[in-house]
């Protein structure tokens, strides 16, 4: 994991290490070679179709190739992975304006899939008449179609937040330990956790705060936002959006309180403090965070986590499979494309790799509903994801929402707890954002 990474990366490769249902990944995917692609026969004369991905989307590792081989004989699946996004997607967007060295199924992180749509729409198939618009949460459906309607993009997975905590660290505190009964303390508004927050911290045990990070915080808060970083318009908006400054002040003041970690998520410093249980809770918390947290966590903090409803919905993370035109195998493709994230696998996928689904017909599913996890033991952690899924806003994301966002966390709001001003930590988060945005 490099040393600074862009929220993009975290959401797509740390993703996963979920496994929710059937235990932890081994760690994330081998680089792959950015092949000159491409599909074609193999030798005993079957078509084959080519993916390129990045991070490990779980498709071959839950089975699902085999199972469409074996459904389709005269096909062959063949998949070349990148680790990390962003050493993918430059290249991605490279051989989508050359129109060579593609793959047959080109994967697209959520944070790249609104400059995909606006400026590589035309390179790509409209997969509108392979998948069902009406089997994918229509905010995931409209994120993988351009202005002009076309869907170039059909959803995989998606990130829907709640809280995940210790329950051991808040009952020392002397606080609720009930998923409910906390949910109800902090509804509606990220002010009252954080006045949840200052009570657990008056009683924290020694060397514990009450939340892992600024950036986690900040993050759990503007995702929950209707309007982030764009407006509906597609202009950047984070300077004058209130939402935006409100939490990035709501987390200044936490930290500044000593209610926060001093680490940036996913840099080792962060997984020591998981290891060591110095933190109580973690409001930036998809289902993929709870891989995370088993494979940074000592034995004995198994069973001592708990999830509860955020103060309001959000979603961290997603991806989408495109079908390239200059592929040689379009037609095949898209039906695969469609195949994979037909309800039906991403169901298969959840129970087996812990990509939450973006089909909202199978949370009423076993796979679903009957999701557990060794870290938070009986927890009804499927049916706490669904309802955040089901009420999740529709954001706009985009272009340089990744940008921005790193630039609040990384430049921003982390400085906080390296004793700078809120004043001070925003100006240099609006300086370092805006520099790259002039890139």
Not at 98 to 118: F, H
Not at 172 to 190: M, N, V
Not at 192 to 216: C, H, W, Y
Not at 371 to 392: Q, S, V
Request: hydrophobic share 35%; aromatic share 8%; proline share 5%.
């Amino acid at each position: 994991m490099r040393a600074i990474r862009t929220a993009r990366s975290r959401a797509v490769v740390l993703a996963t290490v979920a496994a929710l249902g059937a235990g932890l990944l081994a760690g994330c995917a081998d680089d792959g070679k950015d092949e000159e692609s491409t599909s074609s026969g193999s030798a005993d004369g079957k078509t084959v179709i080519t993916l390129g991905l990045f991070g490990t989307f779980g498709f071959k590792e839950a089975g699902l190739y085999a199972e469409y081989e074996k459904l389709n004989p005269d096909i062959q699946i063949k998949e070349t992975v990148i680790e990390r996004n962003e050493n993918y997607y430059p290249a991605l967007v490279n051989h989508l304006t050359t129109g060579s060295g593609l793959q047959d199924i080109q994967g697209v992180e959520v944070g790249n899939i609104a400059e995909i749509t606006a400026t590589q729409g035309d390179k790509l198939v409209d997969l509108s008449k392979y998948g069902k618009q009406a089997d994918f949460l229509d905010w995931k459906w409209q994120q993988g179609t351009t202005k002009g309607g076309q869907t170039v993009g059909l959803g995989t997975d998606i990130g829907p937040m709640a809280v995940c905590y210790r329950k051991d660290l808040f009952e020392k505190a002397g606080l609720p330990t009930d998923r409910e009964e906390l949910a109800k303390l902090w509804e509606g508004d990220w002010a009252k956790f954080i006045d949840v927050g200052r009570d657990f911290q008056k009683n924290a045990p020694k060397g514990v705060t009450f939340i892992d990070s600024p950036g986690g915080l900040l993050n759990a808060v503007l995702s929950s936002e209707t309007e982030k970083f764009y407006d509906a318009k597609g202009e950047v908006v984070y300077k004058t959006n209130p939402a935006v400054k409100d939490g990035f002040t709501l987390t200044a003041e936490a930290a500044e309180e000593g209610l926060i970690g001093k680490q940036v998520q996913f840099q080792p410093a962060w997984d020591t403090t998981i290891a060591n249980s110095q933190f109580a809770a973690m409001p930036s918390c998809p289902p993929w965070m709870l891989g995370y947290i088993e494979s940074k966590s000592k034995p004995e903090s198994a069973g001592k986590w708990d999830v509860a409803k955020a103060p309001k919905a959000g979603n961290w993370g997603g991806s989408f499979l495109s079908v390239p035109k200059a592929g040689k195998n379009t037609e095949e493709a898209a039906k695969l494309a469609a195949w994979l994230t037909a309800p039906e696998q991403q169901a298969k996928l959840f129970a087996k790799r812990g990509s939450f689904p973006s089909a909202p017909s199978t949370y009423e599913g076993d796979d679903v509903l009957g999701a557990k996890n060794k870290m938070t033991g009986d927890a009804p952690i499927g049916e706490i994801f669904a309802a955040a899924a089901e009420t999740a806003p529709e954001q706009f994301i985009g272009p340089k929402d990744q940008i921005i966002q790193q630039g609040l966390t990384d430049n921003g709001v982390i400085l906080i707890s390296q004793g700078k001003t809120a004043e001070q930590a925003w100006s240099n988060a609006v300086k370092t954002i805006d520099n790259n945005l002039e890139k």
